[in-house]
């Protein structure tokens, strides 16, 4: 009994009892240990939630494979990429900067926080820049949304007359004036199709005549303006057939009407058969992504559920960037000194209020309550800059050395996970097809 009264004054005491370990911890590694634990459990916990949302997206894109080959085109995939390579930097400074704790480099430490936190700063202003954009091409959730619609009518004509022109303009600044929405240029984009489409002809009309009258009648059924095939793929389809597929019994309930309403083609020798998208893919030698005119009833009818999942994704997983940024600041403040103490709040507070606004451009109007917030973030975030600064000679250079470094090694687990979400957000809604 005595034994362990003498045990618990000394580890109350101060007795070889480092300042940061916890009371019910006996040594710093148990305390660590532990704290890296409950991290992953955590961690865990973040994927579960995540999980069902890409299983929501798995089973709508399987049942709705046309409608995301259409509305993904209305996504910026050049900013997409942008954002790709900084949170990948910004993982790679994070992870720099927990090595530099690990070494005791509480100046590197320092600037390398710093750099994750401008990091996600900067992921946070481009999504923002997307977000506007698509909210001013009536491409935002719910009945506002250009391709929403009410009894089989489409809800607000204005928007879906601004997102259809917005889509032409994307297609013209990509395949060429002459290759944009127009045109139905399907996958080509390198400007040689209009130089080579005499030469395609003639290769037509020969291929016609070496195969005889199914072949002829064949390229005779291809619409004026579709692309000609390239010579090679045309060798490596030449005996596709087309034929129409029976309604499968799974599918009496309308679930893939792709397999129903596309021709089966199939390939003489059992060497391939493409089905619904496979079959428009086939036909255009390549990838089409198609109009929505070509979307049947019922994929128009819940194209707009295609925004609803990327803003319910892309937006849990800004939360997540938000949250990262405020774990972030608070290790950099904890590590830096005086100065660096000064300046986060100040930083973190003009941040927050940018957020706060473009809250407001999205919600079309500053309510009040919102108004008030943004006072309040660059009011309070000034006055403690310049608290600290007054109070300059009281603190201490760093809180974090090489025998205490748990929250830097646990907020940079966090925002690897940040990271990594994001690495399957982009190519999932980013580069379909």
Not at 18 to 41: N, R
Not at 45 to 72: K, Q, S, W
Not at 243 to 267: D, F, K
């Amino acid at each position: 009994m005595s034994d362990a009264h003498e045990h618990a004054a000394d580890h109350s005491g101060g007795h070889d009892h480092p300042p940061h370990l916890a009371h019910h911890f006996e040594t710093p590694e148990q305390q660590m240990e532990s704290g890296k634990l409950g991290m992953w459990v955590f961690l865990a916990t973040e994927i579960l939630m995540f999980g069902g949302l890409f299983c929501a997206y798995a089973v709508y894109r399987g049942n709705h494979p046309d409608v995301f080959l259409f509305a993904h085109q209305f996504l910026d995939t050049k900013w997409g990429a942008i954002n790709t390579a900084v949170l990948l930097a910004s993982s790679f400074t994070m992870a720099w900067g927990v090595r530099a704790a690990q070494l005791g480099q509480k100046r590197l430490l320092v600037t390398m926080l710093a750099l994750t936190l401008l990091g996600g700063l900067g992921f946070m202003t481009i999504k923002s820049v997307e977000y506007t954009g698509k909210h001013a091409h009536g491409l935002w959730v719910g009945p506002v949304n250009a391709f929403y619609q009410s009894g089989g009518v489409l809800a607000n004509a204005d928007n879906f007359k601004e997102a259809d022109k917005y889509l032409d303009k994307k297609k013209a600044e990509k395949y060429g004036k002459t290759g944009g929405h127009g045109d139905h240029d399907h996958g080509h984009g390198d400007g040689a199709h209009d130089a080579d489409h005499s030469e395609g002809e003639h290769h037509t009309e020969a291929h016609a005549d070496d195969h005889g009258e199914d072949a002829h009648a064949q390229a005779e059924a291809e619409p004026a303006d579709e692309a000609t095939p390239d010579p090679e793929a045309e060798i490596v389809l030449t005996n596709i057939v087309p034929t129409q597929i029976a309604r499968p019994a799974a599918s009496q309930g309308g679930v893939i009407s792709g397999l129903i309403q596309n021709p089966v083609r199939g390939v003489e020798g059992g060497r391939s058969l493409y089905t619904g998208v496979g079959a428009a893919q086939a036909t255009h030698q390549g990838s089409h992504y198609p109009d929505y005119d070509e979307l049947a009833a019922r994929d128009k009818l819940t194209t707009s559920t295609f925004f609803q999942i990327y803003y319910v994704m892309t937006g849990l997983h800004g939360i997540h960037v938000v949250i990262g940024m405020a774990l972030i600041g608070w290790i950099l403040w904890m590590s830096g000194g005086p100065w660096t103490k000064a300046l986060v709040g100040p930083v973190a507070s003009i941040a927050f209020a940018g957020f706060l606004v473009f809250v407001g451009f999205l919600t079309e109007g500053f309510p009040a309550w919102l108004v008030v917030s943004i006072g309040l973030s660059v009011v309070i975030g000034f006055a403690a800059g310049v608290l600290n600064v007054v109070k300059l000679g009281s603190f201490s250079a760093g809180a974090f050395s090489p025998e205490y470094y748990t929250p830097v090694d646990l907020v940079g687990l966090y925002w690897h996970l940040v990271d990594l979400i994001w690495i399957f957000l982009f190519p999932l809604l980013y580069l379909i097809h």
